[in-house]
C-alpha cells in the first residue's frame, strides 16, 4: 500500500519515535515538561494496536508522554536515520535501501531485534469456497474459477503498492485488480463473501484481526509475496541514551494473536486505542513486567 500498508514501497509504517524538546538529534529523551515520546500512527489496525500498547505503557508505567504523528514508511526511515524519530516498531523490509543505508553503511540506526510477528501479504478465497473447490487454492487451476470469482483480485486502497498486475501478468491468469477504495470496504467484501455472498479473490495479509471472524483460505502462489520477520529499529543515539524508554521498545515484543485482539478491539468493536490498549495491559500483567523488567 504505498503509504498505507507494511509489506509494500511506501506503505505506512508504525514507527515509536523519542525527541527533546531542545534537540531532535541527540537521541536524548525529554525537556522541562519531562519526557516525550512521538509515536506515527499508521493506518492499519494491527499497527495502531502497536501504537496503542507502546503508548498506554510509556504514558502508565514510565511517566513518559506521548504523542501520535502520521507519516509514510519512507518518511519514517529518513527520520530516523536523521534523528527526529527514534524507533520503528514495525518494519516489513519493504525499504531494504533504507535498511542498508542507515543500519549498515552510516551507522545511524540499529536493528532492536523482532516484534514477534511473521507477517505475509497474499491472495485469499472465502474459506467455504475453498473447501468445496480445493483446486481453487491453486492457481494453476484459478482460471477455472475466475467467472465465479467475478474476473477480478479486489484490493484495498487504489494507493496500495501491489504485486498483483506481475503476478497476473507472469501467471497468465484472467483477472483484473480491483481496488475496493479503502482497506475498511475490502474487508466488508470480505465479509460479505463470508457470509454467503458471492465469492471473491483478495488481496489480503497477516496477521488480520479479520481472521478470527471469518475464514480464509489462501491460494498458493510463487514467492512473489514472501513471509517476513517484522522487526524494530532504532535510532542509534536514542538506543544509547534513551534509557528506559529505549530498553522498554527494545523488550516490547508480542505474537499475532495479541495484536489480533486489539486491533479487533479497535476496528470490530469500535473501541479507542487507549481503551482497548487499557483492556488489554489489565488482562497481561506479566506480559508488561517481563517488557519493564531490568536486566
Given at each position: 500500500?504505498?503509504?498505507?500498508?507494511?509489506?509494500?514501497?511506501?506503505?505506512?509504517?508504525?514507527?515509536?519515535?523519542?525527541?527533546?524538546?531542545?534537540?531532535?538529534?541527540?537521541?536524548?529523551?525529554?525537556?522541562?515538561?519531562?519526557?516525550?515520546?512521538?509515536?506515527?500512527?499508521?493506518?492499519?489496525?494491527?499497527?495502531?494496536?502497536?501504537?496503542?500498547?507502546?503508548?498506554?505503557?510509556?504514558?502508565?508505567?514510565?511517566?513518559?508522554?506521548?504523542?501520535?504523528?502520521?507519516?509514510?514508511?519512507?518518511?519514517?526511515?529518513?527520520?530516523l536515520?536523521?534523528?527526529?524519530?527514534h524507533?520503528?516498531?514495525?518494519?516489513?523490509?519493504?525499504?531494504?535501501?533504507?535498511?542498508?543505508?542507515?543500519?549498515?553503511?552510516?551507522?545511524?540506526?540499529?536493528?532492536?531485534?523482532?516484534?514477534?510477528i511473521?507477517?505475509?501479504?497474499?491472495?485469499?478465497?472465502?474459506?467455504?469456497?475453498?473447501?468445496?473447490?480445493?483446486?481453487?487454492?491453486?492457481?494453476?487451476?484459478?482460471?477455472?474459477?475466475?467467472?465465479?470469482?467475478?474476473?477480478?483480485?479486489?484490493?484495498?486502497?487504489?494507493?496500495?503498492?501491489?504485486?498483483?498486475?506481475?503476478?497476473?501478468?507472469?501467471?497468465?491468469?484472467?483477472?483484473?485488480?480491483?481496488?475496493?477504495?479503502?482497506?475498511?470496504a475490502?474487508?466488508?467484501?470480505?465479509?460479505?463473501?463470508?457470509?454467503?455472498?458471492?465469492?471473491?479473490?483478495?488481496?489480503?495479509?497477516?496477521?488480520?484481526?479479520?481472521?478470527?471472524?471469518?475464514?480464509?483460505a489462501?491460494?498458493?502462489?510463487?514467492?512473489?509475496?514472501?513471509?517476513?520477520?517484522?522487526?524494530?529499529?532504532?535510532?542509534?543515539?536514542?538506543?544509547?541514551?534513551?534509557?528506559?524508554?529505549?530498553?522498554?521498545?527494545?523488550?516490547?515484543?508480542?505474537?499475532?494473536?495479541?495484536?489480533?485482539?486489539?486491533?479487533?478491539?479497535?476496528?470490530?468493536?469500535?473501541?479507542?486505542?487507549?481503551?482497548?490498549?487499557?483492556?488489554?495491559v489489565?488482562?497481561?500483567?506479566?506480559?508488561?513486567?517481563?517488557?519493564l523488567?531490568?536486566?
Amino acid at each position: 500500500m504505498p503509504t498505507r500498508h507494511p509489506l509494500l514501497a511506501g506503505l505506512g509504517v508504525l514507527s515509536l519515535v523519542a525527541t527533546s524538546a531542545c534537540d531532535l538529534g541527540t537521541g536524548a529523551v525529554g525537556g522541562d515538561e519531562g519526557p516525550v515520546v512521538r509515536i506515527s500512527m499508521p493506518h492499519w489496525p494491527g499497527g495502531q494496536a502497536n501504537v496503542a500498547v507502546a503508548a498506554y505503557v510509556l504514558e502508565n508505567e514510565l511517566g513518559v508522554s506521548v504523542e501520535r504523528v502520521e507519516s509514510d514508511q519512507r518518511e519514517a526511515w529518513e527520520a530516523l536515520g536523521g534523528g527526529a524519530i527514534h524507533a520503528i516498531l514495525e518494519d516489513w523490509g519493504a525499504l531494504p535501501d533504507r535498511t542498508e543505508l542507515y543500519v549498515a553503511h552510516k551507522g545511524r540506526v540499529v536493528d532492536a531485534g523482532p516484534l514477534g510477528i511473521t507477517g505475509h501479504v497474499g491472495w485469499y478465497i472465502p474459506g467455504a469456497f475453498a473447501d468445496a473447490h480445493p483446486e481453487a487454492t491453486d492457481w494453476h487451476h484459478l482460471d477455472e474459477y475466475t467467472d465465479r470469482l467475478g474476473g477480478r483480485i479486489v484490493q484495498g486502497d487504489p494507493q496500495f503498492a501491489t504485486h498483483d498486475e506481475t503476478i497476473i501478468s507472469d501467471l497468465g491468469l484472467d483477472l483484473r485488480p480491483a481496488p475496493a477504495g479503502s482497506e475498511e470496504a475490502l474487508i466488508e467484501e470480505i465479509h460479505r463473501a463470508g457470509r454467503g455472498g458471492a465469492p471473491v479473490l483478495a488481496y489480503f495479509w497477516e496477521p488480520h484481526w479479520l481472521a478470527a471472524e471469518v475464514e480464509l483460505a489462501e491460494v498458493d502462489l510463487p514467492g512473489y509475496y514472501p513471509r517476513v520477520e517484522l522487526r524494530k529499529y532504532l535510532n542509534a543515539d536514542f538506543a544509547a541514551e534513551g534509557g528506559e524508554a529505549a530498553e522498554f521498545l527494545r523488550r516490547f515484543s508480542w505474537d499475532a494473536e495479541d495484536q489480533n485482539e486489539v486491533a479487533r478491539l479497535i476496528a470490530a468493536e469500535g473501541l479507542t486505542p487507549t481503551a482497548a490498549a487499557e483492556r488489554w495491559v489489565t488482562d497481561h500483567p506479566d506480559r508488561v513486567a517481563a517488557w519493564l523488567a531490568e536486566d
